[in-house]
């Protein structure tokens, strides 16, 4: 499968856990974006990351989230001590090459996050 | 601020044709994507528009004004299939995206 791919599918977490999303990008794509998106909402940015650096993580909170993109592997976000809010479905994007290209977005399947 | 506008849900009939409004207020312009996401998949893209007038591919079309700040998606020959939520998306002066909330299409026999 040449798409991009998320797992889990479906995360259950309770309140105050971690919870580690991952995303492996397309084949020969190099940029990753990370977004979060509630019922009946718009995709909301979080972070942009390239192989081994954090673009911009400007829609990402400050607190507890983070997100890495290692030089070998996916990329993951992780939520530490996680909260009812975080309760979402966090869809990863991957493209050939950067943003100001203006270049299509390929989306993964996203991953349910519910905390109890 | 930025702000994107969609309706948030339609219905239309088979065989009929719909369009789906957007209109936009951002900090710049570098640019439209219509994007398709059925109920929890992912959003699969439609149409980029950066220059006015329209864009046709197929059974979807999609127009843009900048002058305006408006953009519509025509779908023609609805079939069931189509049926999904519908992001419209503009590329702002940092060439972040901005996502509407989506326009829910319901199709009817």
């Known amino acids: 499968n040449a798409g991009v791919m998320q797992n889990p599918r479906h995360l259950v977490r309770r309140r105050g856990q971690e919870a580690r999303l991952r995303c492996s990008p397309m084949k020969g794509h190099s940029h990753v974006y990370w977004y979060r998106q509630l019922p009946e909402e718009g995709l909301k940015f979080m972070v942009y990351l390239q192989k081994e650096n954090i673009i911009d993580e400007s829609g990402m909170p400050k607190e507890r989230f983070s997100a890495e993109f290692p030089k070998e592997g996916p990329s993951i976000l992780r939520i530490q001590q996680v909260v009812r809010g975080d309760s979402a479905a966090y869809f990863c994007?991957?493209?050939?090459?950067?943003?100001?290209?203006?270049?299509?977005?390929?989306f993964g399947s996203g991953t349910q996050l519910s905390v109890l | 601020g930025q702000n994107i506008d969609q309706p948030t849900e339609m219905t239309a009939t088979e065989g009929a044709i719909v369009q789906i409004n957007c209109t936009y207020q951002t900090s710049g312009f570098n640019g439209l994507f219509w994007y398709q996401q059925h109920a929890g998949e992912a959003p699969t893209f439609l149409s980029y528009?950066?220059l006015d007038g329209l864009e046709e591919k197929g059974r979807f079309s999609s127009f843009l004004s900048r002058s305006k700040g408006y953009s519509y998606l025509l779908l023609k020959e609805l079939q069931m299939k189509d049926s999904a939520s519908y992001l419209c998306?503009?590329?702002?002066?940092?060439?972040?995206?901005?996502w509407g909330a989506g326009t829910k299409l319901i199709i009817k026999p």
């Open positions: 528009n950066v």
């Open positions: 994007a991957s493209s050939k090459t950067n943003q100001g290209s203006n270049e299509k977005l390929f």
């Open positions: 998306a503009v590329s702002d002066s940092n060439y972040q995206l901005i």
